[in-house]
């Protein structure tokens, strides 16, 4: 179970310190076939997500997570890793994103972060920074890429 840590006020990390090129490594999740079922069942109960039997006989030969469900462990691990340190305002826009592969019962997810833009906007206090995020699994294969932009406060 991950659990966050907040920063302490002089450990926030604000706009203006982020640099773009810059990669953030993410803690690692492992997802059981319960939990997959059970977050499928309530959000997206398709076959290939709640009935092992027939996930076995169809296109994806046994259980895959729902893709919301890839994407939610995706901001779980960015923000217990990351985005709690920073100075975040809120999210703005998800963009171009891709599901690789399936997920699957047991695998374990890891991922990166990469700041690709930052622009301030000092008079309003904050500053758009743009990510680029990646899930992959235990072998390396990616399963989640996206395009993440969020607003951040720029230092008081």
């Known amino acids: 179970m991950i659990s966050p840590q907040p920063p302490t006020a002089s450990a926030r990390i604000y706009a203006d310190d982020l640099q773009v090129g810059r990669r953030y490594e993410l803690d690692q999740y492992t997802i059981t076939e319960d939990e ?18 027939a996930a076995r006989s169809g296109a994806f030969d046994g259980l895959i997570a ?8 995706y901001q779980r691990l960015a923000v217990t890793k990351t985005f709690a340190t920073w100075s975040v305002i809120a999210g703005r826009r998800l963009d171009d994103v891709r ?13 990166t972060i990469d700041i690709v833009d930052v622009v301030l906007e ?12 990646e899930l992959v699994n235990q072998y390396g294969d990616p399963v989640l890429r996206a395009r993440v ?3 951040v406060r720029t230092r008081p």
Do not use: K, M
């Open 36 to 53: 997959l079922v059970a977050f499928a069942s309530a959000w997206d109960p398709q076959d290939f997500h709640i009935d092992g039997d």
């Open 66 to 73: 729902s893709g919301i469900h890839t994407l939610a462990i």
């Open 99 to 111: 599901f690789l592969r399936p997920v699957r019962p047991d695998d374990t997810l890891t991922g």
């Open 122 to 133: 000092p008079a309003r206090g904050r500053g758009l920074v743009i990510t680029d995020a």
């Open 149 to 151: 932009e969020a607003y």
